[in-house]
């Protein structure tokens, strides 16, 4: 019984890790100048990756719909930015990223994940 239970276990990692990391269809977004949308449902960001342009001002808006209290907070670790998501209403966060590079946002506990590509800024 333990064996099985560990194989489960091991099933479930081995899909995590592929679903986060190996999945190749995570649509991809570039931000523009008027706020994005990104919808927080069923353990993913929509979009969850977004590309921005260094030293322009970035607007988001979350819109939570995820009841899980986990979720009601968004990080971008390496920007020192964080956000409150109340359920069911749109909370834009701006901010501006100054340096290139890339920068993950999750939930609290890191089950939500995205990426902030910002590239440097066009000469
Ligand atoms: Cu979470």
Redesign the pocket.
Known sequence: MTLLVNILGLAAAAFIVWWFWLSKNRPEVKAGDGALDIIVDGGVYEPSVIRASAGKPLRLRFIRKDK?P??EKVIFSGLGVSADLPLGQPREVGFTPENPGEYEF???????RGKLIVEPARQ
Do not use: G, V, W
């Open positions: 899980n986990c979720a999750t939930c609290q506990m890191a089950m939500y």
